[in-house]
């Protein structure tokens, strides 16, 4: 199982937001929408091996599973209209019960911490001035945590050194966490570059 923690920090937590104004008035959902279309779509088709999380304003999280996601498409407007359902379902969900949105989402009502407390796996920080990922092997199961437009909190730089088991950049230059995440699938498709 490959996860991606995605930290929204300017990410709406109600389901008031414009479809046709993701990039301004959505808190940039649009890039949130592009990390989510990045972790699970392939080219015709999906990887059932992977999930993304999206931490909401540290307040909920949504989670998109390949393995059991049903209508899903790669387009922001459809992601963001799940995230919308998601957040209209956020009564239903109660302590760490999910809500179901539809199949493969659900809302939870649980910021950073409670969310890595939850995942199983080896947490993989990326963040630019990490260790090259080229000089690691990739992990059984990375959880990799990463940040939306904004850089991570102070909060939860500190809460990532304390949990993370690496901290790791993708290359030479800062790129989009959606491009991140792309960059972090090929890196465990290749098995750390050393099979193609």
Not at 111 to 120: P, Q, Y
């Amino acid at each position: 199982m490959r996860q991606f923690v995605v930290c929204g920090h300017e990410a709406p937590t109600t389901p008031e937001f414009n479809l046709d104004d993701l990039a301004g008035g959505a808190g940039r959902l649009d890039l949130l929408c592009r990390c989510v279309n990045a972790g699970l779509f392939l080219s015709h088709g999906i990887r059932e091996d992977s999930r993304v999380h999206l931490v909401l304003g540290d307040e909920y999280t949504v989670r998109f599973s390949g393995a059991t996601a049903r209508g899903l498409h790669p387009d922001e407007r459809t992601t963001a209209a799940r995230v919308r359902d998601a957040l209209d379902s956020r009564q239903d969900a109660i302590g760490h019960m999910p809500a179901e949105v539809s199949p493969g989402v659900e809302l939870y009502r649980m910021g950073l911490a409670e969310t890595l407390d939850a995942l199983d796996g080896t947490v993989v920080q990326l963040h630019e001035n990490g260790t090259p990922v080229a000089e690691a092997s990739p992990p059984a199961d990375p959880v990799f945590v990463l940040s939306d437009h904004s850089d991570f909190t102070g909060r939860e730089a500190e809460l990532l050194a304390e949990r993370a088991d690496r901290r790791v950049r993708l290359g030479p230059e800062a790129i989009h966490a959606d491009h991140a995440i792309a960059v972090a699938n090929n890196y465990l498709d290749t098995d750390g570059y050393t099979r193609y």
